[in-house]
T-cell receptor
Framework: DAGVTQSPTHLIKTRGQQVTLRCSPKSGHDTVSWYQQALGQGPQFIFQYYEEEERQRGNFPDRFSGHQFPNYSSELNVNALLLGDSALYLC??????????????FGSGTQLSVL | GENVEQHPSTLSVQEGDSAVIKCTYSDSASNYFPWYKQELGKGPQLIID?????GEKKDQRIAVTLNKTAKHFSLHITETQPEDSAVYFC???????????????FGKGTMLLVSP
């Protein structure tokens, strides 16, 4: 079982650019959540996708958008990057058979640096 | 919204000692409390969780206790080993009244260092 896989592992961008991060959920999982983890902080919920639709959203601006594909994989897009967007972006998957946000399996994340 | 406070921010113990990490939450409607362990360069890994209808849960060397009245919950690790060294996060979740969907709020983490 491959678990949750994320790509790329590291990314360097400049202010104003756009970035796309990718996630493949654990086998058998159909719900994908994205979190932002700033250095020394706990993960913060960005949004959650289920059945190719955004089901829940945290307190993040519209610059953050996402997509889920029929194979349950997901993308996180961030437009007009700011220095403050530098963080570890984590993808977590779960099964629709469990309540949302319970029994989450996290990937190792994408470290985004905005210069 | 929910606010989760976690203490201490760092904890150093000797191998074999016990370690306790404490969290408080603000939303009395929260009903699910997981603990995650994050090793360097990895994503958080669920190690134990508890629901609000249970006061205590144990899994080998790890236990979690919940006090709903005081709105705090704690992680207890006994017989600590060097491989327990990591950052531990508590979190709280509640179901959204309108949609039924829950949101998960994390604490800021505790760095546990177990010395041989």
């Amino acid at each position: 079982d491959a678990g949750v896989t994320q790509s790329p592992t590291h990314l360097i961008k400049t202010r104003g650019q756009q970035v796309t991060l990718r996630c493949s959920p654990k086998s058998g999982h159909d719900t994908v959540s994205w979190y932002q983890q700033a250095l020394g902080q706990g993960p913060q919920f960005i949004f959650q996708y289920y059945e190719e639709e955004e089901r829940q959203r945290g307190n993040f601006p519209d610059r953050f958008s996402g997509h889920q594909f029929p194979n349950y994989s997901s993308e996180l897009n961030v437009n007009a990057l700011l220095l403050g967007d530098s963080a570890l972006y984590l993808c977590a998957s779960s099964s629709a058979g469990t309540p949302p946000n319970e029994k989450l399996f996290f990937g190792s994340g994408t470290q985004l640096s905005v210069l | 919204g929910e606010n989760v406070e976690q203490h201490p921010s760092t904890l150093s113990v000797q191998e074999g000692d016990s370690a306790v990490i404490k969290c408080t939450y603000s939303d009395s409607a929260s009903n699910y409390f997981p603990w995650y362990k994050q090793e360097l360069g990895k994503g958080p890994q669920l190690i134990i969780d508890i629901r609000s209808n249970v006061g205590e849960k144990k899994d080998q060397r790890i236990a979690v206790t919940l006090n709903k009245t005081a709105k705090h919950f704690s992680l207890h690790i006994t017989e600590t080993q060097p491989e327990d060294s990591a950052v531990y996060f508590c979190a709280a979740s509640r179901a959204d009244g309108d949609s039924g969907y829950s949101t998960l709020t994390f604490g800021k983490g505790t760095m546990l260092l177990v010395s041989p």
